[in-house]
């Protein structure tokens, strides 16, 4: 998700693009975007759509306390991390979602995508024990369905805004192959025009 404080004024990630890239004849803004430390899926220049982090002054952030308070205090431009570390910030009217980089709109929050930025990008956990026995593997993928499968696992997902997938016939290696693919296609540094 890509935030901004509430006193922004930017309206849309169209507005916040042209502020960090500018064009020729307008003025520029300070070009500061919170975000966690790198490297991680959060990085900043990937959700401004490919553009080349030389663009962007990145101010890194310790954890989401400290971002919240950057964002919260006008003291960067914007911000991006998961849904569930801005949402009480953003119905408390302190921060404005710009946009998620989920496939489709999420929770009334245009997505990347929707706005002309091909981003789709998620955070995921896992579970893996290489070396293990097929008996194994079977109690723990029994003990993942379980867990995922409760009601305490349902609250959490509902308090943090998250999704279930629980890929247990898709190989781990696969999908952690698909997605660093697709996160280095994302994240190849491209000049902006």
């Not at 962007?56 to 952030?61: L, T």
């Not at 801005?86 to 921060?95: L, Q, T, Y």
């Amino acid at each position: 998700m890509v935030v901004v404080p509430a006193s922004s004024p930017h309206k849309s990630m169209a507005d916040l693009v042209n502020a960090f890239i500018g064009r020729p004849g307008q003025g520029r803004l300070e070009r500061r975007l919170g975000g966690r430390l790198r490297p991680h899926p959060d990085r900043a220049d990937r959700a401004l759509g490919r553009r080349r982090p030389s663009k962007i002054n990145y101010i890194a952030s310790k954890g989401g306390g400290d971002q919240v308070a950057n964002i919260v205090g006008g003291h960067v431009t914007a911000g991006v991390a998961g849904l569930g570390e801005f949402a009480e910030h953003i119905k408390g009217g302190r921060m404005r979602a710009l946009a998620v980089s989920a496939p489709g709109k999420l929770d009334g929050i245009a997505s990347l995508k929707e706005q002309g930025i091909d981003v789709v990008l998620g955070n995921w956990r896992g579970v893996r024990a290489p070396g293990i026995s097929t008996a194994q593997r079977d109690a723990l993928i029994g003990a993942v369905k379980t867990a995922t499968e409760s009601a305490a696992w349902k609250e959490t997902l509902a308090k943090m805004g998250w999704e279930s997938v629980v890929p247990l016939r898709r190989r781990v290696q696969e999908v952690v192959e698909d997605d660093t693919r697709r996160i280095r296609g994302i994240s190849s540094p491209r000049l902006a025009k």
